[in-house]
């Protein structure tokens, strides 16, 4: 059975890191494309953080934070990442990882797994 699961979250200052982590098991890991969303407290949409495409690496940011995060995955070890640089209390989220196979883009629908989501909250 395909499944994510995300750590790493937690209580961290503006200015400050985190990373993210996303074990896949169940999976060719190797055909999905993973990506990050969010889930602002109040809203209902997900928002489109970051993903690492399944045939090259190649990495794509929403424009909020580019620069700032970076994204990759470990085929090996079948897992994903977010790094998080220079946090913002804006950034503060329920994030999730997903994975999507075959696809490259932004697009929430298109990914057909998701974890449970992870808690990050900047403090100001």
């Known amino acids: 059975q395909e499944k994510l699961v995300e750590s790493g979250g937690g209580l961290v200052e503006a200015g400050g890191s985190l990373r993210l982590s996303c074990q896949a098991s169940?999976?060719?890991?190797?055909?999905?494309?993973m990506g990050w969303f969010r889930r602002v407290a109040g809203k209902e949409e997900r928002e489109f953080v970051a993903n690492v495409d399944y045939s090259d690496d190649e990495t794509k940011y929403a424009d909020s934070v580019k620069g700032r995060f970076v994204a990759s995955r470990d085929i090996a070890k079948n897992m994903a990442y977010l790094e998080m640089n220079s946090l913002k209390p804006e950034d503060s989220a329920h994030y999730y990882c997903?994975?999507?196979?075959?696809?490259?883009?932004?697009?929430?629908?298109?990914?057909?797994?998701w974890g449970q989501g992870t808690q990050v909250t900047v403090s100001s």
């Open positions: 997903a994975a999507s196979p075959y696809y490259s883009g932004r697009e929430v629908r298109r990914y057909n797994i």
């Open positions: 169940g999976m060719y890991f190797s055909k999905y494309t």
